[in-house]
């Protein structure tokens, strides 16, 4: 059983009693968050901080798309591939992977990704801005996973960091399970990427068969992409440090997110798997939850 960072209803945000209805149209955001149409016309959000930083958000799947640090570099990836016509997920950035990380009884990775997110509330803190969405169960999300449940997704943008935090609640009669995820694709020269933190870990490694993970233990102090590579990381640190072999070190430090999982598809996306490698938070065992509970995870992004 996964350990739980229970966090009382109580003290959710106060717009989290919103409806499952889109609200960014005619909401009166803050000055620092701007309503635009994105690609394929899709509702996006644009976060710029005072301190020279911008990101971008979709409401199709809550994902951030773009993070530039006030140097202007963008560290996230979007796939040349990507689809914005709100039927499948956005391919990049910051997808969500929800209430199903990977392959099961749902579609890849769940539904979460594959929904629109309502944006519920937005501030300025010290020149920063702040946005949370809201995901709320609905005939589709049920037809796969059929519980009452509130998702809050809270991005918060810094001059050189983008925190996030991901609050799910069981709002049902009766308990449920999930796994979860972030699939953070960075920009990056994978043939030159690499990550410090991870040695000692357990592992459970995919290269050879998906289907059946070979457990060991990382033994290297560097981790690199030197070709296809997807492995999970079980009770990774809580700091990790990225190089994206662009010059950028990356520390990915998180709260309650307790795997972390890394992965570059090689050949088998030939047209860019050398653009970026993702290192992705996770829960990979399972969090349950009773009526009422609510478990919390918190990202936190930032270069120097």
């Known amino acids: 059983m996964a350990t739980l960072s229970m966090v009382p209803t109580s003290t959710l945000l ?8 889109n609200r ?28 020279g930083s911008e990101a971008e958000i979709y409401l199709f799947g809550g994902c951030v798309t773009s993070w530039k640090a006030a ?5 996230l990836f ?11 997920p956005i391919s990049g950035g910051i997808p969500h992977c929800f209430p199903q990380f990977g ?11 594959n929904m629109n997110w309502s944006a519920v509330d937005s501030e300025n803190v ?20 059929d519980f009452s449940f509130r998702a809050l997704y809270k991005v918060i943008l810094n001059k050189n960091s983008l925190s996030t935090e991901l609050v799910i609640t069981n709002t049902d009669k009766k308990p449920f399970s999930f796994s979860t995820a972030l699939h953070t694709y ?12 991870l040695k000692g870990c357990k592992t459970l490694n995919k290269d050879l068969d998906p289907t059946n993970p070979l457990e060991g233990k990382e033994e290297r102090d560097v981790v690199t992409f030197p070709g296809f590579v997807d492995c999970i990381y079980l009770d990774a640190p809580n700091a990790l440090h990225l190089d994206n072999g662009l010059g950028d070190i990356i520390t990915v430090k998180n709260t309650n997110w307790s795997d972390t999982v890394l992965w570059n598809p ?31 995870a918190i990202q936190h992004l930032s270069i120097d």
């Open 266 to 296: 090689y050949l088998q996306m030939e047209a860019c798997y050398r653009d970026f490698v993702c290192v992705e938070n996770a829960k990979i065992g399972k969090v349950q939850l009773e009526p009422e509970q609510s478990w919390s």
């Open 14 to 21: 106060a717009s989290s009693n919103l409806g499952r209805v």
């Open 103 to 113: 392959p099961g009884p749902m579609q890849q990775h769940g539904f979460a990704r």
């Open 24 to 51: 960014y149209s005619g909401m009166a955001f803050a000055s620092s968050v701007k309503e635009v149409k994105g690609e394929g016309n899709l509702p996006k959000l644009v976060l710029t901080s005072t301190h």
């Open 126 to 145: 010290e020149g920063n801005p702040v946005v949370t969405l809201e995901l709320k169960d609905g005939p589709y999300s049920r037809s796969m996973w």
């Open 71 to 75: 140097s202007g570099k963008d560290l």
């Open 186 to 197: 960075f920009s990056a020269s994978a043939t030159g990427a690499s990550v410090k933190g």
């Open 78 to 88: 979007v796939r040349p591939d990507a689809v914005f016509n709100g039927q499948k």
